[in-house]
């Protein structure tokens, strides 16, 4: 990444529908998490990779940092990069549980977009499509302008 | 505002809503919860029978249960309860057929996976329930009970 290096406008545009679309990708994780503690609870329960103490923990607070990402990238360009690190983070950890269990053969939902035990089976395609956003969020940041573009270089005449 | 700056304030907003809706949300869950005797209390509300490991050891060594084994074939090859048989959960509509009349001969079944924190051998039950199995006993303790009372695994 350049510091301090404005992209060209078309990126710039992109950038902003890129975030926009990664925003709608978590709104919609979110929801049904916030809708559904209790399930969410149980879908990370069956995950097995936490103690007892940080399984309701994680089932209150992780939605809330989906959503309050999802809002930033949506409305905000000045906590975008902010935003898109926290969606970094997240996908990370999902794609590294989600592997886990995988390897392991464990049977579960994914509880991506779903809690409730119907959910989408956990399969390699999950990971693949988080690793999916990972890339996208990686290339909205890279294209997004900075917070504070620099003042243009005044062009010398003659 | 650098980003670390800007990750640090939205964790901290997302902190925030998710505390004050801990107090006003009518689907708030407690802050913690004791997920070990959680595949228990599930069981128990299906109707389901417990067996803990005395009775799952008073019951291998009689020859009175078909034991299975509800873990990846993975797990089962590490390590599983003596003379157990193979039906992960995860393959249980594939693999049933070939088991299902062996399960119906048997008086008791007896469905374990690797412990507390493990809900296939439930899920496993249910499932054979659904099927009209009614001799299913589940060992929730599983492996690591079996293992914490210094009892043999077959490898």
Redo the contacts between chains.
């Keep these: 990444m350049t510091h301090g290096c404005t992209p060209a406008p078309w990126r710039a545009y992109a950038a902003r529908f890129m975030a926009l679309f990664i925003a709608a990708i978590f709104a919609l994780a979110a929801y049904p998490k916030?809708?559904?503690?209790?399930a969410f609870?149980?879908a990370i329960?069956?995950y097995?990779l936490l103690p007892?103490?940080a399984?309701?923990?994680l089932?209150?607070?992780l939605?809330?940092?989906e959503?309050?990402?999802a809002l930033?990238l949506a409305v905000s360009g000045?906590?975008r990069?902010?935003?898109?690190?926290?969606v970094a983070?997240m996908l990370i950890v999902f794609i590294v549980a989600m592997g886990i269990n995988l390897y392991?053969?464990?049977?579960i939902t994914c509880g991506c977009f779903s809690v409730g035990g119907r959910g989408e089976a956990m399969s390699w395609l999950n990971i693949a499509r988080n690793i999916g956003l990972l890339l996208l969020a990686a290339l909205t940041w890279r294209w997004s302008p900075p917070?504070r573009a620099p003042a243009p270089t005044p062009r010398a005449r003659g | 505002m650098r980003p670390v700056a800007q990750l640090a304030l939205l964790v901290a907003a997302a902190g925030l809503l998710g505390t004050a809706a801990q107090f006003v949300s009518p689907t708030r869950i407690p802050w913690r919860e004791n997920w070990s005797t959680h595949v228990q209390t599930k069981a128990l509300r299906a109707g389901l029978r417990l067996a803990d490991t005395a009775d799952a050891q008073r019951l291998l060594e009689s020859g009175s249960a078909l034991i299975v084994d509800a873990r990846s074939p993975r797990d089962y090859d590490s390590g599983r309860l003596p003379g157990a048989l193979s039906l992960p959960d995860s393959q249980r509509s594939v693999v049933y057929p070939e088991f299902a009349d062996l399960l119906t001969r048997e008086p008791l079944v007896l469905v374990y996976c690797s412990g507390l924190s493990c809900d296939e051998s439930l899920n496993l039950c249910l499932f054979l329930k659904d099927q009209g199995h009614t001799n299913l006993v589940l060992y929730a303790g599983g492996i690591q009970a079996w293992k914490e009372a210094g009892l043999p695994l077959e490898r």
């Design positions: 916030l809708r559904d503690p209790a609870s149980e329960f069956r097995q007892d103490a399984i309701n923990l089932a209150i607070y939605p809330w940092l959503a309050v990402a930033a000045r906590f990069r902010g935003a898109l690190l926290a983070l392991r053969g464990v049977n917070a």
